[in-house]
């Protein structure tokens, strides 16, 4: 009988033990986490849940009775130390497990500020893991002032719930502008404009040059400008990065990440990857994507070749944000793009389509859900849309479909 272990017990390690006996693998499963706590949805922490409008246990992906039920051994709170892909085993504490098939499913972690600016100041928080956001919440309270550095979805999403429950915002972003790495300037504009609509402090093409700590707390900032402002704390939002450590101890490839063939194979032939970690072919190029879609889409796919199939994952992303009454969907890649056609709804209702040369590639949609489908089965099908009909905001989209 055979051993599969998954080292990472978030959406796609979760998906991926799901699938596995939902595909009628009999062996053995062993789900291996670094948390408490069963596998759950990360993209509610900094929003309903952060809000107070999710309960802890609606966060779980599944009940611990699933797992229970399938047989598959839950290993929470319990860190993987190293990997011997010679020896075929996984090192737990002082505990050694052997494996026939590995699968990594680690995830990412994010980036800290640097101890020497401040970083490690009690008030100075990340928002990744459950631990962080009830570690913050306490403080996120009306009239309290926070410095949010980062002016990417993550920094946005918590600048947005901490203004709604009445905190002072100021948010700091190195760019020229909020969103510049990932959206249209178009995108930008919408996002900035509905920010300061809520009482949010925008300041782009600035930085922060340090923190201010009496007794260890974070009581003020001063940044690249010169300019000095007081907080009581401060979210940090500056990116993540593929957790990718264990792999390069046990000598596996990297490339951005833990490097996978189509199949989600790493170049060691018993160990497999899958999710945030993962990097894999993509056009001419390779890629990485960072969502909760690609994440179960791909877990299910290396589960599936983990039992004998060789099916190549084809990623069709998409991606949402909530930020207060917004809700922001994204279909596509827009790199590389030479064109953006406006598609203006009332009210927020608006969409921004991306073109690289005649052909769609992405679409942002804020509040204009018929947009994104359009758009996301368009560049599904790799397909195009006229960009005079997209335009029209009399025109209905549905015929582009049949075009």
């Excluded at 291996?32 to 999710?54: D, N, V």
């Excluded at 500020?113 to 100075?124: E, F, K, R, T």
């Excluded at 995108?187 to 201010?212: K, P």
Aim: charged share 25%; glycine share 10%.
């Amino acid at each position: 009988m055979s051993h599969i272990v998954v080292i990472g017990a978030g959406q796609a390690g979760s998906s991926l033990v799901a699938k596995l006996r939902k595909d009628g693998f009999e062996g053995d499963i062993t789900l291996i986490g670094a948390e408490t706590h069963l596998p759950y949805q990360r993209p509610p922490l900094s929003k309903a849940y952060l809000l107070g409008e999710m309960e802890m246990e609606r966060l779980f992906l599944r009940p611990e009775s699933f797992y229970a039920d399938n047989n598959i051994t839950l290993r929470l709170g319990q860190r993987v130390t190293a990997i011997d892909p010679k020896a075929k085993t996984v090192t737990v504490g002082d505990e050694v497990i052997s494996y026939d098939e590995l699968a990594l499913t680690t995830g990412s972690d994010p980036r800290y500020l640097p101890a020497s600016i401040g970083g490690d100041l009690q008030g100075v928080h990340v928002v990744r893991d459950l631990a962080h956001i009830d570690e913050m919440e306490p403080r996120v309270t009306e009239g309290a002032r926070a410095l949010i550095v980062g002016g990417g979805y993550i920094g946005l999403e918590a600048a947005a719930v901490c203004a709604k429950r009445g905190v002072k915002v100021t948010l700091v972003e190195m760019a020229e502008r909020i969103l510049q790495r990932v959206a249209a300037k178009e995108t930008s504009d919408y996002f900035r404009a509905l920010h300061t609509g809520h009482g949010a402090d925008i300041r782009e093409g600035v930085g922060l040059d340090r923190l201010i700590g009496e007794n260890g707390k974070v009581v003020g900032a001063v940044l690249t400008d010169g300019t000095e402002i007081e907080v009581d704390f401060v979210v940090v939002g500056v990116g993540i990065a593929p957790s990718s450590q264990l792999a390069e101890m046990a000598g596996l490839e990297l490339d951005n990440g833990i490097k996978t063939d189509a199949h989600g194979r790493t170049s060691d032939p018993s160990i497999w990857a899958a999710g945030d970690c993962a990097s894999f072919p993509h056009g001419e190029g390779r890629i990485r994507l960072e969502s909760v879609p690609n994440a179960i889409d791909q877990a299910e796919i290396v589960a599936q070749n983990m039992l004998g199939a060789a099916n190549d994952y084809t990623a069709t992303p998409w991606f949402w944000s909530d930020q207060y009454d917004v809700k922001l969907q994204i279909a596509g890649l827009n790199t590389g793009y030479d064109r953006v056609v406006t598609r203006q709804g009332e009210g927020q209702t608006v969409s921004f389509w991306y073109y690289k040369g005649d052909q769609l590639i992405a679409v942002d949609a804020m509040n204009d859900p018929r947009a994104y489908m359009v758009g996301k089965r368009l560049i599904d099908a790799g397909k195009t849309a006229d960009p005079a009909v997209v335009a029209d905001p009399a025109a209905d989209l549905k015929p582009l479909l049949k075009a």
